[in-house]
């Protein structure tokens, strides 16, 4: 196999209107090497499969030659990187994912987030990008699975490769990842913002009936948003490209309570 300069995955599994559509852009000006879950995987985080043998097989799926695991989007990141591709690509992207992983409690449970937390974890700079999809399609049940969409995603990947290229063309001391946010009618000319997560909770997941629960995702509310935070970015209808690494501790945190400690232990 050629060398590699992206390897993508998403958590939507491979017949997502996100995917091809990200492929096919990406390709317009980089190697691609495509391995996704062989159906969807979301709200698993970066689960690592255990105790169960992996399959994997190669098909051509609406002209994109793709790699299908049936494992989770963390699973393809760690077969894609040490069994599919000769050469250490420059970056792992996960995505397009069909609807936002913005804040906290969603970026923790994101499976396309959890695919470039796996990524950057191995030292391959990774991107997560996501799209904004507006109530009334989700109202009307659009099918994101179906090529007759595919076009909902087109300027989308065009912004996802323009990010991904200035990514690969820099040096971002101290940033393992990017999460990558887009407005549903965003194009290449919509101003971007850097941001921060925005501080959220789940509220209730469960619903239950008599001895069973059923999990149902509460919308997101646009409401006490702080400034420079992915919430902030996409009610004033801009790209949020959030910068994250994974040591979950701050240099200020981590000097604060190795200093406290000292005093107290």
Not at 137 to 164: C, E, R, W
Not at 192 to 205: A, D, E, H, N
């Amino acid at each position: 196999m050629p060398m590699t300069d992206i390897l993508v995955t998403n958590d939507d599994g491979y017949k997502s209107a996100g995917f091809i559509p990200l492929i096919k852009e990406l390709s317009k000006k980089y190697s691609v090497t495509a391995i996704a879950p062989d159906r969807g995987r979301s709200w698993i985080g970066k689960a690592i499969t255990t105790r169960k043998k992996l399959r994997i097989k190669k098909i051509t799926h609406e002209g994109v030659d793709i790699f299908l695991l049936d494992g989770t989007p963390a699973d393809c990141v760690q077969i894609g990187l040490y069994d599919i591709v000769e050469t250490r690509p420059k970056i792992v992207l996960s995505g397009i994912n069909i609807g936002l992983n913005i804040g906290r409690a969603r970026t923790l449970s994101s499976g396309t987030i959890g695919a470039a937390i796996e990524g950057s974890i191995d030292g391959v700079r990774s991107i997560a990008s996501s799209l904004s999809i507006p109530m009334i399609m989700k109202d009307n049940k659009t099918d994101f699975y179906h090529p007759k969409n595919y076009s909902l995603f087109g300027n989308a990947a065009q912004i996802t490769t323009k990010v991904t290229t200035i990514i690969m063309s820099k040096v971002f001391d101290g940033v393992d990842l990017f999460s990558l946010n887009i407005p549903f009618d965003a194009t290449v000319k919509t101003p971007l913002m850097i941001t921060k997560l925005f501080k959220t909770r789940y509220g209730r997941l469960f619903h239950r009936n008599r001895n069973t629960f059923l999990h149902q995702t509460p919308p997101i509310e646009f409401k006490d948003m702080d400034e420079h935070t992915d919430l902030r970015a996409l009610h004033e209808k801009k790209i949020s490209l959030t910068p994250m690494n994974i040591s979950f501790v701050p240099s200020y945190s981590f000097n604060d309570v190795d200093r406290n400690f000292k005093q107290e232990w």
